[in-house]
């Protein structure tokens, strides 16, 4: 399988070492062109106001949105459920791609907090709980019907799916456990 990475900023080489360890084909995309073909995207963390100036001016909301429409499944992590959201709180300006019916608040856990490990219950994932390594992360405040909530820490969510779009507020690539990305890639195998 062609899953693409959208390379801007942030942990790109490790999601792309993830997708090798399941057996796909993680490709770097950057430009329009880089978007032929792919069968899901990834959208890593970084800074999500960065990221989303960069996907306007490297003109890459159209192909985002032309594999959206098409039915092409996304995956994004800390930065990436903030971009794929449809609102961040308290930054009404800020562009968002808006793909989950989600509000999210950014650096949700505080600044005292700008990182931290936790051991996750994801039932989605198996019985085994999931190394979440947090880095200022979002969390999801508010969610829509559609959306279902896939997990928390401390009283927030940080995991949902809502159809093809999967968010995760922490680095799953920043660890040895490949479950979330095989996840990803049965949603991506599952399409009719
Ligand atoms: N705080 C960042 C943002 O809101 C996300 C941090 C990350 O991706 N590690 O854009």
Redo the contacts with the bound molecule.
């Keep these: 399988m062609k899953i693409g990475v959208l390379a801007l900023q942030?942990a790109i080489s490790e999601h792309l070492d993830m997708l090798e360890a399941c057996g796909a084909e993680g490709i770097r995309v950057r430009r329009p062109e880089d978007f032929n073909g792919l069968e899901g995207l990834i959208i890593?963390?970084?800074?999500?106001?960065?990221?989303g100036r960069l996907i306007e001016n490297l003109s890459l909301g159209e192909p985002i949105r032309s594999l959206q429409e098409g039915g092409v499944p996304f995956m994004g992590?800390?930065?990436?459920l903030?971009l794929l959201g449809r609102e961040?709180a308290g930054c009404p300006e800020q562009r968002l791609l808006g793909y989950m019916d989600t509000v999210v608040v950014?650096?949700g856990f505080g600044r005292q907090c700008e990182s931290f490990e936790a051991s996750l219950d994801l039932p989605f994932l198996g019985r085994a709980p999931f190394p979440g390594v947090f880095?200022?992360?979002?969390y999801i405040a508010r969610a829509g019907k559609g959306v279902e909530i896939l997990g928390s820490v401390e009283g927030r969510d940080i995991a949902a799916r809502q159809g093809r779009v999967l968010t995760v507020a922490f680095?799953p690539e920043l660890t040895e456990d490949l479950r979330l990305h095989r996840y990803f890639l049965q949603m991506a195998k599952n399409l009719p």
Excluded: D, K, L, Q
Excluded at 135 to 138: L, S, Y
């Design positions: 942030g890593p963390g970084g800074e999500s106001t960065t990221m992590t800390c930065a990436g903030v961040a950014r650096n880095i200022r992360a979002p680095h």
